[in-house]
């Protein structure tokens, strides 16, 4: 069990490195169970979903080494995990389904996990595995796939990343030519499109709304370096906007935060895109209307820390959600502190410019345990902020670590203590 202790703090300044982004590194490494060969992925974040997706991959008869940051796959001969709790506990479990079945021609897997942000329904993930030519079963939790793919015209009814990745990888071995319409476009999508090309696929249109894929007889090992995790820097840029301070968030590609970078400059802040990175100064103080979206709408992880953004603005701020149905639990926290923010029909309506007063916090799922954090850096005297389940270190790597390094007044406390 962990929890923070978070001080008010002074304005953040300095440089901090963004780590490789967790949503890509994760359908990569998942990549690894579709050849025989080592797959290696450079700079892998250590993270705590990083380590369940390990445990997944070793329970599939992949051998899994770490050596530093470097993380090798080498899946010999895959096979459905025998655990399926582990899957309930990581939502991108289910992306190992498409890789097993192109590889073996069955599996079986218990339903994923993951945050409490909504149902997380896999339906899209089924319907393109069945337009492949997959038989599909429902034993109770666990869905029994089987059959050999051939490639396919696929409708995704949303654009969801999950699906899109996990048909892509699927594709990759089908007989023939698959077509995935109405696509996510994120850039986690398209990094995995680039291992995956890289591991000899032939994937083309990733990024755009439609994917093409030419499946071939087998694939093999690659060595691949991930792209910088948007979510991170954009947590990182936020920090700073609320501290009135400046930062440059080392490593952030400033096209993949493109809508979060002008939503933050309307609040009055400065940025400036410079090749190693993005740096942020000056203070937040105009309010904003947001609305999440598919990419490159604005992204429905950011939308949490901006809400404490909205909190330090001047006025009332509207954040829209319109991609999960359940994530604005970090407003009844944060109402713990003196926020005033009322939410209905999916819209939350921030006063900002109010005085927040430490208190405790808990919090409740990752990207609202990353809001309640920065938060606490804002709120005068101290906070704590308990993560029973270890929300934060799911997604983050030593964002504590990070923010400190930047002046900011956080530790981890031992719960004993
Ligand atoms: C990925 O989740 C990310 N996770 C999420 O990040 C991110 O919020 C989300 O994409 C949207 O960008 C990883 O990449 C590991 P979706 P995913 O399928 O793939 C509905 C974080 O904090 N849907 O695009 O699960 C679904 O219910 C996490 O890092 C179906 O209806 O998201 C949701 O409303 C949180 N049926 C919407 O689509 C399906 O079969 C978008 O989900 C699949 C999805």
Redesign the pocket.
């Known amino acids: 069990m962990a929890s923070y202790l978070i001080r008010h703090s002074p304005r953040l300044s300095g440089e901090v490195e963004v780590s490789a982004a967790?949503?890509a590194v994760?359908?990569i490494l998942a990549a690894g169970l579709l050849t025989e060969d080592p797959l290696i992925v450079r700079q892998v974040p250590h993270i705590t979903?990083v380590e369940m997706l390990l445990q997944i991959l070793r329970d599939c008869g992949a051998e899994v080494s770490r050596s530093g940051s470097d993380v090798s796959v080498c899946a010999m001969q895959p096979q459905s995990p025998h655990h399926e709790e582990t899957m309930r506990r990581l939502?991108?479990s289910i992306?190992i389904l498409g890789p097993i079945l192109a590889r073996t021609g069955s599996a079986c897997v218990g339903l994923p996990g993951?945050?409490a942000?909504?149902?997380?329904?896999?339906?899209?993930?089924?319907?393109g595995l069945q337009a492949l030519g997959a038989q599909v079963h429902a034993v109770g939790g666990m869905r029994q796939l089987s059959g050999r793919l051939t490639g396919a015209r696929i409708y995704l009814?949303?654009?969801?990343?999950?699906?899109t990745?996990n048909l892509m990888m699927a594709a990759t071995l089908a007989q023939g030519d698959t077509t995935i319409e109405n696509a996510?476009k994120?850039p986690?999508v398209v990094d995995l499109a680039n291992c995956l090309n890289l591991m000899g696929a032939r994937i083309a249109g990733a990024g755009t709304g439609t994917v093409t894929v030419h499946g071939v007889e087998r694939l093999h090992g690659a060595v691949y370096h991930p792209i910088p995790d948007r979510?991170e820097a954009g947590t990182l840029l936020c920090a700073s906007a609320i501290t009135e301070g400046s930062v440059l968030v080392r490593g952030a590609c400033a096209e993949h935060v493109r809508s979060l970078l002008f939503k933050l400059q309307e609040t009055g802040v400065g940025i400036r895109e410079t090749p190693c990175g993005i740096r942020l100064s000056g203070t937040a103080i105009a309010p904003f209307e947001l609305r999440t979206l598919?990419?490159p709408g604005f992204?429905?992880?950011m939308q949490a820390p901006m809400t404490v953004v909205a909190l330090k603005c001047h006025g009332q701020s509207l954040l829209q959600e319109t991609?999960?149905?359940n994530r604005f639990m970090h407003v009844a926290e944060l109402a713990r502190l003196g926020a005033r923010i009322r939410v209905e029909n999916n819209v939350a309506m921030v006063d900002g410019g109010t005085e927040l007063k430490g208190g405790v916090l808990k919090s409740t799922?990752?990207?609202a345990g990353a809001a309640m954090m920065l938060a606490g850096l804002i709120a005068t005297g101290e906070t704590i902020l308990q993560d029973p389940s270890g929300h934060i270190e799911r997604?983050y790597q030593d964002l504590p670590e990070k923010l400190r390094s930047l002046g900011a007044d956080i530790e981890k406390i031992d719960d004993r203590a």
């Open positions: 967790k949503n994760l359908p979903d939502r991108a992306l993951g945050c942000i909504g149902q997380r329904p896999i339906d899209l993930h089924m319907k009814d949303l654009p969801s990343v999950g699906a990745e996510a994120e986690e979510v598919a990419y992204p429905t992880d991609v999960f149905e799922d990752l990207r997604g």
